[in-house]
């Protein structure tokens, strides 16, 4: 069965300096992984994904996630936060079309970052 | 760019009423999702939907649940008759076809508030 685990629900991080998200998996396939954003008061936005191409994956705003599959992690990354970075951060498993999921996406419980100036 | 757009942003409505929840996937995608988060907690899957019907659902998706394609362009939830519980945060999405991990592409979300 898939499931997603956030080690941290909540991160707190200076502005300028790195930010690290944990994220652990598990899932009988070789699954595709992301990673969304939720600012406060708007929707879900796709950071990057997984999809078993490149190990290191680059997104949007200077994050970017390495897939480690010996370790079944995602850690999502970022070398400098900036103010606008605070926000609730989901990292999410979906396995393949063979797994008959029907490409359903797992939450992980989410990890808050908040950015001080 | 193409976007997932969900009707309205915020409905407020009685318990016990029927209230249907809207969304316009992108035109191209196959695969239709709704998903919730109640406030403080994960997003969780409802269900999916392909090739006009659904292809799985969760066990919160009761029979107080419905989702239809009435027209080939719009995907609504019918919650029959809402209960409290069901005040949370509906987010529809779509993925298009093809093998691997497709990206779903995420509505800004209807606020749904049972009073």
């Known amino acids: 069965a898939q499931s997603v685990t956030q080690l941290d629900s909540h991160v707190s991080v200076s502005e300028g300096t790195p930010v690290l998200l944990r994220c652990n998996y598990s899932s009988s396939y070789s699954p595709s992984l992301f990673w969304y954003v939720q600012h406060p008061n708007k929707g879900l936005q796709l950071l990057l994904k997984?999809?078993?191409?490149a190990t290191l994956v680059k997104g949007i705003n200077g994050f970017e996630a390495e897939f480690k599959k010996s370790e079944t992690s995602f850690h999502l990354t970022k070398p400098s936060a900036h103010m606008s970075d605070a926000a609730e951060y989901f990292c999410?498993?979906?396995?393949?079309?063979?797994?008959?999921?029907?490409?359903?996406?797992?939450w992980g419980l989410g990890t808050s970052l908040a950015v001080n100036p | 760019e193409p976007e997932v757009t969900q009707t309205p942003s915020h409905q407020v409505t009685q318990m016990g009423q029927e209230v249907i929840l809207r969304c316009v996937p992108i035109?191209?995608?196959?695969?239709f999702y709704w998903y919730r988060q109640i406030l403080g907690q994960k997003v969780e899957f409802l269900v999916s939907?392909?090739?006009?019907?659904?292809?799985?659902k969760s066990e919160i998706f009761d029979d107080q649940f419905s989702v239809e394609r009435p027209d080939g362009s719009n995907f609504t939830l019918k919650i029959r008759s809402t209960k409290l519980e069901d005040s949370a945060m509906y987010f529809c999405a779509s993925s298009e076809p093809g093998r691997g991990g497709s990206e779903a592409f995420f509505g800004q979300g209807t606020r749904l508030t049972v009073v």
């Open positions: 939907f392909y090739n006009n019907e659904i292809s799985e």
């Open positions: 035109s191209n995608h196959l695969y």
């Open positions: 999410v498993v979906s396995d393949p079309p063979e797994a008959g999921n029907n490409r359903k996406l797992i």
């Open positions: 997984y999809t078993s191409a």
